[in-house]
Nanobody
């Protein structure tokens, strides 16, 4: 059974940092690109970042570019999102997602349950 489980959410002050993790199981993690998607309270889903299978190519939404860093450890089947200089508008539920094919040009077929990040002073 394919599973992606996020962790690392919590309360952080504006300007602070927080790293999210995603533990993947049930599939060959190194063969699939992965991404993070978030949903702020009362708003729609927003794609945040994606990473290719080898971890050497990444992409970011303009809203997080320069502040967030996506990475992966294929030996540990883990995906990460390091978030620095957090803003109030970064408050959201963050989802770890798996792409269905070998390219992030396709759709996402598995999502975690999400981890809540609250940014508040």
């Amino acid at each position: 059974e394919v599973q992606v489980v996020e962790s690392g959410g919590g309360l952080v002050q504006p300007g602070g940092s927080l790293r999210l993790s995603c533990a993947a199981s049930g599939f060959t993690f190194s063969r699939y690109p992965m991404s993070w998607v978030r949903q702020a309270p009362g708003k729609g889903l927003e794609w945040v970042s994606a990473i290719n299978t080898g971890g050497d190519s990444t992409s970011y939404a303009d809203s997080v570019k320069g502040r967030f860093t996506i990475s992966r450890d294929n030996a540990k089947n883990k995906l990460y999102l390091q978030r620095n200089s957090l803003k109030l508008e970064d408050r959201a539920v963050y989802y770890c997602t798996k792409y269905e094919g070998s390219s992030w040009a396709g759709g996402m077929d598995y999502w975690g349950k999400g981890t809540l990040v609250t940014v508040s002073s």
